[in-house]
């Protein structure tokens, strides 16, 4: 594999002891300023690294979207796409979804795992959005949480992805990676947003969840981060908790986008065995 001309020489790998130094300014207490210049060298770097980072379930409408991501609750966006096409020609509106025949819906999802809940959140979802909505689903987060099978984070999705309003999703790859980053120690989903929020800038916030979630399913994965194939080693404080020699890493990163991925990363065709695993995100 050679290096595309668009992928700029990367930011290399850091010393042991220069991680551990990061490591322990986080831990004392970032200053300020060091920290806003560390995320914005992470942010830019995300942006650089996944040039194809977006929404990954397939939608057309705000009420496709919620439904969508409803189904893909203990699923993968992959699967929920195979079974969404059809639901969304059988279920038009709203109203379809509050009237349908219940055996009939849980059918149709029944692939994407704990059909029987997920059936009832859309026959929920369809009645409620036509009694209080009139028919269509609404646009602010206080009305979207109130809706049956729409958490926080969901309704964080359908904002920013539906409705263009920005929103931070924090599923449970954004929460690993931000704590992974030392961008905070917060575990709750909603301490993470607030937390994280105010260090990104606002209009990025839709955009940054999804580099991260993609950082999260192609490269820092939960049991074995591909760090000695990370573009944002240099900054992060937890670089070393997996491979660091970049042979091994390679083989850890997953995803269509895996040769760009080790092009940045400064790793050449012939020291990036195949991936181990398969490229399912
Ligand atoms: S892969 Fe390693 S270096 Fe990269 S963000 Fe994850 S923990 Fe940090």
Same mark, same amino acid.
């Given at each position: ?62 009420? @496709? ?77 206080? @009305?979207?949480? @109130? ?11 359908? +904002? ?91 083989? +850890? ?29």
């Amino acid at each position: 594999m050679s290096t595309p001309a668009s992928a700029p020489a990367p930011p290399g790998l850091p010393s042991p002891r220069a991680t551990a130094r990061l490591a322990r300014r986080i831990a004392e207490g970032e200053p300020p300023l060091g920290r806003a210049r560390r995320v914005g060298r992470m942010l830019r770097e995300l942006t650089a690294t996944h040039v194809d980072a977006h929404c990954e379930l397939d939608f057309t409408t705000p009420l @496709e979207l919620a439904v969508a991501t409803i189904l893909s609750a203990q699923s993968t966006d992959r699967g929920v796409n195979l079974v969404t096409p059809a639901l969304f020609a059988r279920y038009p509106t709203a109203l379809d979804y509050a009237q349908a025949d219940r055996a009939e819906l849980e059918a149709a999802v029944r692939s994407t795992g704990f059909f029987r809940n997920k059936a009832n959140s859309l026959i929920g979802l369809g009645a409620a959005v036509v009694e209080r909505h009139g028919g269509e689903l609404p646009s602010t987060l206080e @009305e979207l949480v @109130e809706l049956p099978g729409i958490g926080r984070k969901t309704a964080n999705v359908i +904002l920013g992805n539906a409705f263009g309003v920005p929103g931070i999703t924090v599923d449970t790859h954004f929460g690993r990676l931000v704590r992974r980053f030392g961008w905070t120690t917060e575990e709750d989903p909603v301490k993470v947003e607030h937390a994280v929020g105010p260090l990104i800038p606002k209009r990025e916030w839709t955009m940054t969840s999804h580099r991260v979630i993609f950082h999260g399913r192609r490269v820092c994965h939960a049991r074995k981060p591909a760090c000695g194939a990370c573009t944002l080693a240099a900054d992060c404080p937890s670089f070393g908790l997996g491979p660091v020699d970049p042979e091994k890493a390679a083989a +850890l990163v997953k995803g269509p986008s895996r040769a760009f991925l080790l092009a940045r990363a400064g790793i050449t065709e012939d020291a990036a065995p195949a991936p181990a695993l398969d490229d399912a995100p």
